[in-house]
């Protein structure tokens, strides 16, 4: 058993420098996804928390605003080697209560520690710009200034990685902020404040929230609490955003995904499977960037159909702290019985089940949300499996005899996160680089996860705002520009 070690039982938050008891009356378990055993009970705050920590941050932000941003960055420069001594052990705490394999676990830290690193360019990320003589005598300046109390509303799935997305450029910016992690998967962000705890930022620079629906209502009804960042399901996206609108804040929300890759016969079929399987099945299929349908077109359709379904057949499914395990369990338990349900009305509504992962037996983790890869072939356009996110190792396959068919089945859809193109036509490419309607695109690539020094784009459904997480777009939102227009009338000849 690994909990005792792990955490205080319940968790506490942690606001203006302290750890605090939440003032919950409700508590949730945190439950090891393979194992079935509770690691500890997360309270879900209410708002008088939320409270005491936009005072706190509120309370911050006045000095640390006028903190020069080289030494803002100091902070995130210790963070950034924390970060890097602790990372096993912050992969294991993710894969304990997310249920990711450790190679998994690690690989998504590293993209966290990206993003730190790219916000160390703060000094020059956050420069304006101006022009002299606008018109005689006068000069026109541009300047970022951070926006004030910022939140951050995080997903199950990526629990160490999603924060990171903002929390640095926030800082970074002069803002003071308010982590809330999702409730399911909670000590990971616990982790990361005990580091960020470490580097000595000043108290109420950051702080931690923990909970749920109470504790987002609170933070978007909050007067002091200026933007808002949000990665979750499209429906609570789009309540996230309008609900923060009506309240007057800057707002960004990431939201689900339904992402198809289209292989075309010339493709290099043995990478295309490899990487489509990795997309389809990696993190138990539980990624925004996840491939959910593989769209052949021509010739593709045999090789590749029976090459997915060997490799889905073969792919290890067990524990994620098991370093030979190549996928865990889905989150909960009702996560898997909606996920196999999905597949069920996908056969119904007349798709085959190629590869059937329903039901498996996983010795000695029977307790555990396992389903193995699943593959249904012939999958109805029109059907609720090939409209809906499903969020677990399904892959949906179609087959259609054109790119241009290809094309518009993506462009038919409500998201845009990912669509990815696999060939080895240069044109072909370009056309579908050109039309598909998705935020992030592969070509050749499985999951077009951007680097931290670029957006993380989306598009249509997958995403409410204009400017998205990490590199630049960060730093856009969480600034806001003021331009001064200045004349100094003086008769310097009269002075000297
Ligand atoms: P979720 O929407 O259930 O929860 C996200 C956050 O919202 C959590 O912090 C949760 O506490 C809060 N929340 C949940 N219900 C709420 C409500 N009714 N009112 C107010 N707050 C509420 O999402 P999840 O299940 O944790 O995460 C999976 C989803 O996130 C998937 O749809 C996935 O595609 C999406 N996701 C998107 C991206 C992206 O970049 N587009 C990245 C990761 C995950």
């Known amino acids: 058993m690994e909990s005792a070690a792990i955490a205080p039982n319940p968790l506490p938050n942690y606001i203006n420098g302290e750890w605090c008891a939440s003032h919950a009356t409700e508590f949730l378990n945190v439950v090891n996804p393979a194992t079935a055993e509770v690691l500890t009970k997360v309270p879900l705050s209410p708002q008088s928390d939320v409270n005491a920590a936009a005072t706190a941050a509120a309370t911050a932000y006045h000095s640390w605003r006028r903190t020069p941003p080289t030494e803002r960055v100091q902070y995130l420069f210790k963070l950034k080697f924390l970060l890097e001594e602790h990372l096993d052990e912050l992969a294991r705490t993710i894969t304990l209560e997310c249920g990711k394999t450790l190679a998994e676990s690690r690989g998504e830290m590293q993209r966290a520690i990206e993003n730190v690193e790219v916000a160390c360019g703060i000094p020059m990320l956050m420069q304006g710009y101006n022009l002299e003589d606008i018109a005689r005598g006068i000069d026109e300046i541009m300047i970022r ?21 903002f929390l640095p450029y926030a800082i970074a910016c002069g803002n003071t902020c308010i982590v809330k992690p999702s409730e399911r998967v909670p000590l990971t962000m616990q982790k990361v404040f005990e580091l960020l705890e470490n580097t000595g930022l000043p108290k109420g620079v950051i702080n931690l929230v923990n909970g749920a629906k109470e504790a987002v209502d609170a933070i978007l009804e909050h007067p002091t609490i200026r933007a808002i960042s949000f990665v979750g399901s499209s429906p609570v996206a789009q309540y996230v955003y309008s609900r923060a609108a009506t309240f007057g804040k800057r707002v960004q929300c990431q939201g689900g995904a339904k992402n198809p890759i289209i292989v075309l016969p010339d493709a290099d079929m043995e990478m295309t499977t490899r990487i489509t399987a990795d997309s389809a099945f990696g993190c138990a299929g539980q990624r925004c960037l996840a491939a959910s349908l593989a769209v052949t077109v021509g010739e593709a359709r045999h090789t590749f159909t029976e090459a997915i379904a060997n490799s889905a057949q073969t792919r290890m499914v067990g524990y994620g702290l098991d370093e030979k395990v190549q996928m865990g369990p889905v989150i909960t338990s009702q996560s898997r019985d909606r996920i ?19 039901n498996p037996k996983i010795s000695g983790y029977e307790q555990g949300n396992f389903i193995r890869p699943t593959i249904l072939q012939n999958v109805n356009p029109n059907s609720e499996l090939a409209r809906t996110e499903v969020f677990g190792p399904v892959l949906g396959l179609m087959h259609l005899d054109t790119i241009e068919d290809a094309i518009a089945l993506v462009n038919s859809g409500q998201w845009g996160n990912m669509a990815c193109l696999f060939t080895n036509s240069g044109a072909a490419a370009r056309k579908f680089r050109y039309e598909a309607e998705a935020g992030n695109i592969g070509i050749n690539i499985g999951v077009a996860a951007p680097m931290a020094f670029f957006p993380f784009s989306g598009w249509k459904d997958s995403f409410y705002g204009d400017l998205h997480g990490q590199g630049r777009h960060a730093v856009e939102f969480f600034t806001q520009t003021k331009v001064v227009v200045e004349r100094w009338p003086k008769d310097w000849s009269r002075q000297f």
């Open 340 to 358: 196999e349900g999905l597949i069920q009305q996908g056969a119904n509504e007349g798709a085959t089940v190629l590869v059937d992962g329903r």
């Open 145 to 165: 200034q951070p926006v004030g109390v910022v939140a951050i509303i995080a997903p199950f799935n990526f629990p160490g990685m999603i924060p990171f997305w």
